[in-house]
Structure formats: structure tokens, C-alpha cells
């Protein structure tokens, strides 16, 4: 291959996958996350009224906010319920199972491999549905992700 091929080859590769990241990007976005006005499904939540920007996990809760668990990692004792639950206006997944490397350059993940303990779709704040409980008896590090957004990896360590 001459280097004339290659520069046109880098040229074509790039014109193709810069569009297509910004469709992926666009896609997982899911339009503004603004918070809408509290309403009494939402406002009786812990945690879960007001903007995203000021919205706080109560204890044994995990928030997703601007793409993240809030917080990534939560210890509890054995026996105790955490709850998730929906800050933004978008859909998530509460998935248990590994998560590959994660890139520091763009804190995307490298993989996902759902291990069947728990995985529930979270509707977006406010809406039926947008919170979820699970209640971890044995002590352990338990890994979860949220399938679609691969910047959503976090960790829930329970102590016995």
C-alpha cells in the first residue's frame, strides 16, 4: 500500500467514524436532562425532587444523575436494601455483572457481562417505575452497569 492509499484510507476512516461517534454520542443523550417540575410521584422519592444538579441519594440510595451512579460505590452492612433511583428525564438499566477496563481518556467501558442477579429498567424521573430495590444478603463486592450508557459502571461492597 503506498502512502497516498494510506492518507486516503485515514481520511475515509475518519470521515466515517467521527459521524458515527456523534450518532452514538446524540443517541445516549437522549435530549436535554433538565428536571421537570416535581410532581408528587417524584417529590415523595428521597432524593429524587428538585433539579438534578442539586439532588443528593438518601441513605441506601443511588441516584442517576448527568450519566453516573450516584455514588459510583456504596458499602452497606448485609441485609440491606439499596434502592436506585431515576434523577434524569432518560431511561437506564440497573444490570448486575462485570464491566470491562474503563478508558480513562473518554470513561467509556470496555465490556459488560450481566451476571443475572438483578437487571431492571429504570423509567425516567418521575414516571412509574423510575425506582428500583434490591436487598443483598451475603457480604461481597457486587459490580452493576447501565447497558446503554457506557459511562455508568459502579460497585455496591457489602460488609458482614
Keep these: 500500500m503506498t502512502t497516498t492509499d494510506r492518507v486516503r484510507q485515514s481520511r475515509l476512516l475518519a470521515i466515517i467514524a467521527i459521524p458515527a461517534a456523534l450518532i452514538v454520542l446524540a443517541g445516549c ?23 438534578s444538579e442539586a439532588a443528593e441519594p438518601g441513605e441506601n440510595e443511588v441516584l442517576t444523575i448527568g450519566l453516573e451512579f450516584k455514588p459510583e460505590n456504596i458499602t452497606v452492612p448485609v441485609g440491606t436494601t439499596v434502592t436506585w433511583t431515576n434523577g434524569e428525564t432518560i431511561g437506564h438499566t440497573v444490570t448486575s455483572g462485570a464491566w470491562g477496563e474503563v478508558n480513562e481518556s473518554t470513561g467509556l467501558r470496555g465490556s459488560q457481562t450481566p451476571d443475572g442477579l438483578y437487571d431492571h429498567a ?37 460488609e458482614g
Design 29 to 51: 443523550a437522549g435530549g436535554p436532562t433538565a428536571s421537570p417540575e416535581p410532581t408528587e410521584s417524584s417529590s415523595s422519592q428521597p432524593g429524587a425532587g428538585g433539579g
Design 122 to 158: 429504570l423509567s425516567a424521573k418521575g414516571s412509574e417505575g423510575d425506582s428500583f430495590s434490591f436487598t443483598f444478603d451475603e457480604p461481597g463486592e457486587y459490580p452493576y452497569y447501565c447497558q446503554p450508557h457506557l459511562t455508568m459502571n459502579a460497585m455496591v461492597i457489602v
